[in-house]
């Protein structure tokens, strides 16, 4: 069973940088797939970031490419989401998630395990 925690989130100014962990308790990180989700309320939840099983493989959404930055740390068995020059819009709740294969994928229900969530809020 995989259990992830994240840590990071908070309040920030607009402009301002936070940088998110998510920490595998239990299971790796090392070679799977994994994606940073944000949710707002009323709208469904959806991927900004994500990492192929070989890190061969990235994915940014338009609306944060150039601003965040996805990596991936085997030793400490833990990735991060570097968010730079934050944004009001970029106010979610983000979610680190784990999917049991290589291939990063689009949709949330693709992902197996996720970690609780941690409230991000930008302040204009």
């Known amino acids: 069973q995989v259990q992830l925690e994240e840590s990071g989130g908070g309040l920030v100014q607009a402009g301002g940088s936070l940088r998110l962990s998510c920490a595998a308790l239990?299971?790796?990180?090392?070679?799977?797939?994994m994606g940073w989700f944000r949710q707002v309320p009323g709208k469904e939840r959806e991927v900004i970031a994500a990492i192929s099983g070989t890190g061969r493989a990235t994915y940014y959404a338009d609306s944060v490419k150039g601003r965040f930055t996805l990596t991936r740390d085997n030793d400490k068995n833990t990735v991060y989401l570097q968010m730079n020059s934050l944004k009001s819009e970029d106010t979610a709740v983000y979610y680190c998630?784990?999917?049991?294969?290589?291939?990063?994928?689009?949709?949330?229900?693709?992902?197996?395990?996720w970690g609780q969530g941690t409230q991000v809020t930008v302040s204009s």
């Open positions: 998630a784990l999917r049991l294969g290589s291939a990063w994928k689009r949709e949330s229900a693709d992902y197996e395990y």
């Open positions: 239990r299971g790796t990180v090392s070679t799977v797939a």
